[in-house]
């Protein structure tokens, strides 16, 4: 049986305590989905004033990479030596990677920071959704869903109208300078409140398995990142790449089955619900990110909306995502139950992503808005419920690397998502382009099939429409692909198992502590 030592309020609700750690973890959350949010939008500015628009790709390149390498070793480490002071050193890392990229100096120191930035970012989600599972009961679990897709919805709307307003007001530099306060914030309520078992693992750290892994989802992602941009897909640099990772990931899986504390223990995926929760988690990072990449684009070359706004484009997605999520989470608390949502909330992403692929140059605001929140009811049924039934399939002393290893398969879905449909979308785009517009469709789109506002209103009306229909198309072939692969989520979800959920929830005790302390487990 689990037991939980807490504080609760006079009102004998949730625990004083545990809210507290709750909205500092919501913060560290935050901090990691609103950075990229927010640069973007301070990208021009940025190049404006250090140069080095050849290099602007590995501004978000650097980070990427260095969150995706890092994830696995953060969820490691929280499961060998303690999950409160490894989450905090996370924290520490990111704060120190934000100030360093606020003071950069040209365009290498800032990629360099952005690096050590990413690192420190690997371990917030991570740790984030594992200190939830140490605390709170994957029953009682489901009723913070709401909270982590209100953030996540928050940050993606947020995030571009945050990044504007502060380079316009007060310079580039204090969008790295913002998260600071936001992370001091942080670290001193973990510090205060959050007190979880020390561990001191007797076994050193798998060095060789995680440099093997390092090596692989570093080519995994450069390959998704450069593919049919910097280099061609059949070039030699994208071969190598492709060869270099699957040589890395081929020795790390074969280590792990020697090493005596491995990165991520293969004998986790021997549980059925895990690995097709790990299955659904890509898909569901594979099909959101592309869709946030398209969509705003799709209603500001075809539908005529401002750029300035393209965080509110995602409203209707992102407003049902956030909506079903607080739904699901309170039936899977009330009922123990949670089949029924991957099954549905695959089959509601497959649906509104083909009615997405519908759309033409004709399609109203108000349709494709029904289309998105379509998309967005089927993800708010699956983006918790994933890591829920994950965190639920292991046991407790592989939390860490439970979350972590779902965290990635998400991260690597994304990567493969914008690459995939990216390359769909861009190829679509400069056929219908040549065939419309002839010489001059192909000038238009030789550097770029994206075209921004200003680009788009220097066209002439002939190249303009053409271009409308090219987007229209591009589209089309994207969320088709998105389609199909969200019939695979479907096939996954059908198979999971009903396993019922661990704990009932966490026992009040009388008053008199301060602290959150996690669950000890008894064996009666």
């Known amino acids: 049986m689990v037991a939980t030592e807490t504080v609760t309020d006079e009102a004998g609700g949730r625990p004083r305590s545990v809210r507290v750690v709750l909205f500092a973890l919501m913060i560290a959350m935050m901090l990691a989905m609103l950075d990229n949010m927010i640069i973007g939008t301070a990208m021009p500015t940025i190049v404006g004033e250090l140069g080095g ?33 490894i989450f905090m050193s996370s924290i520490v890392l990111f704060l120190i990677g934000s100030a360093l990229s606020g003071m950069a100096q040209d365009m290498g120191q800032l990629i360099g920071f952005r690096a050590v930035q990413g690192l420190g970012a690997g371990g917030l989600m991570v740790g984030v959704m594992a200190i939830i599972g140490d605390l709170i009961p994957p029953r009682e ?14 940050a993606m709307i947020g995030g571009p109208l945050v990044g504007g307003t502060i380079t316009d007001h007060w310079g580039w530099r204090w969008a790295f300078y913002i998260n600071l306060p936001l992370g001091i914030v942080a670290l001193l309520a973990i510090s205060a409140v959050l007190h979880l078992p020390k561990k001191r693992a007797q076994t050193q750290i798998d060095y060789l398995g995680a440099g093997l892994l390092t090596v692989g989802i570093t080519a995994i992602v450069l390959v998704t990142t450069w593919g049919g941009t910097e280099y061609a897909w059949t070039s030699a640099r994208i071969m190598e790449l492709i060869g270099i990772g699957v040589a890395a990931l081929v020795g790390f899986v074969f280590w792990q089955t020697k090493a005596a504390e491995p990165v991520l223990p293969l004998h986790i995926f021997r549980s059925r619900n895990f690995t097709l ?13 592309g869709a946030t990449l398209f969509l705003p684009l799709y209603q500001q070359s075809v539908q ?23 739904v699901a989470g309170r039936v899977t608390t009330n009922t123990g139950r949670y089949y029924v949502f991957p099954v549905v909330g695959s089959a509601l992403m497959a649906v509104g992503l083909y009615l997405l692929s519908t759309m033409d140059t004709g399609t109203s605001r108000v349709t494709s808005g029904v289309f998105m929140a379509v998309v967005g009811l089927g993800m708010g049924c699956l983006m918790q419920i994933t890591m829920l039934v994950a965190q639920n399939s292991v046991e ?10 779902t965290t990635l398969f998400r991260t690597l879905g994304s990567s493969f998502g914008v690459a995939i449909m990216g390359a769909l979308f ?32 220097k066209l ?27 019939v695979i989520a479907l096939v996954a ?8 959920l661990k704990g009932a929830g966490p026992k009040e005790d009388s008053p008199g502590g301060t602290a959150v302390r996690a669950p000890a487990t008894e064996t009666v």
């Open 53 to 85: 628009l050849e290099h602007l790709s590995w501004v978000v390149t650097a980070y990427t990479l260095a969150t995706a390498a890092s994830t696995p070793l953060w969820g490691k480490l929280g499961d060998m030596y303690g999950r409160k002071g």
């Open 141 to 154: 679990r489901g009723k913070y869903q709401g909270m982590m897709a209100g953030v996540m919805a928050l």
């Open 277 to 289: 929760m790990s299955i659904i988690g890509f898909i569901v990072g594979f099909v959101m990110f």
């Open 304 to 326: 005529g909306a401002s750029a300035t706004n393209s965080g509110l484009l995602l409203l209707p997605m992102l407003g049902a995502m956030l909506v079903t999520s607080m």
């Open 396 to 405: 407790m002393k592989d939390m860490g690397v439970a979350s972590s290893s």
């Open 426 to 457: 861009n190829n679509r785009v400069q056929d219908v382009m040549a065939d419309r517009a002839g010489a001059l469709g192909s000038k238009v789109t030789e550097q770029s099939a994206q075209l921004d506002a200003a680009s788009l209103a």
């Open 460 to 486: 002439p009306d002939a190249a303009r429409e053409a271009y409308q229909h090219a987007v229209s198309a591009g589209t089309h072939s994207a969320f088709l692909l998105g389609a199909v692969v969200a």
């Open 493 to 500: 979800a059908v198979f999971v198992k009903e396993v019922p």
